[in-house]
């Protein structure tokens, strides 16, 4: 175990736990990752991971840094490195992120949606004809700066 250096005590792994059998309505604000095996309806904001276990259902917005959903998960969803949905997660909301991994049994009902890509400051739009005796329409080709 890790000391903290003010108080000399031992500190336990900073993870907010919400249990089986426990439900809330209401926010949470951390820094630390956090761990949902009950019910939470509201808005999460951490600068950590957020795992949904197998019991766990999360209704609302989430902006985190990681997420690991083996539970339900119903809402917006922001994660700014990897997206993990795991065996038997229900997903339905919009998920945003750039990084994902989606096992076969996962069931989605929403959109994904890659924030690299919809930024419209980086993208383009250029033209390309083909020659007529392609017979071809035209052909509009986005183009990263």
Do not use: W
């Amino acid at each position: 175990m890790a000391l903290d250096k003010e108080s000399g005590s031992s500190q336990m792994n900073n993870v907010t736990r919400i249990c089986g059998n426990t439900k809330i309505i209401g926010n949470i604000e951390t820094q630390h990752d956090i761990r949902i095996d009950g019910y939470l309806e509201g808005k999460i904001k951490t600068e950590g991971k957020l795992v949904i276990g197998e019991t766990g259902k999360c209704v609302g917005e989430v902006d985190c840094k990681s997420v690991d959903v083996s539970g339900s998960f119903d809402g917006v969803l922001k994660v700014s490195e990897l997206a993990s949905l795991r065996d038997k997660c229900v997903f339905t909301g919009e998920l945003h992120s750039d990084q994902l991994s989606i096992e076969p049994s996962v069931r989605i009902s929403g959109q994904i949606i890659s924030p690299e890509l919809s930024k419209n400051n980086d993208k383009k739009v250029i033209s390309h004809s083909l020659p007529a005796s392609a017979g071809g329409p035209e052909t509009r080709i986005p183009e990263k700066k």
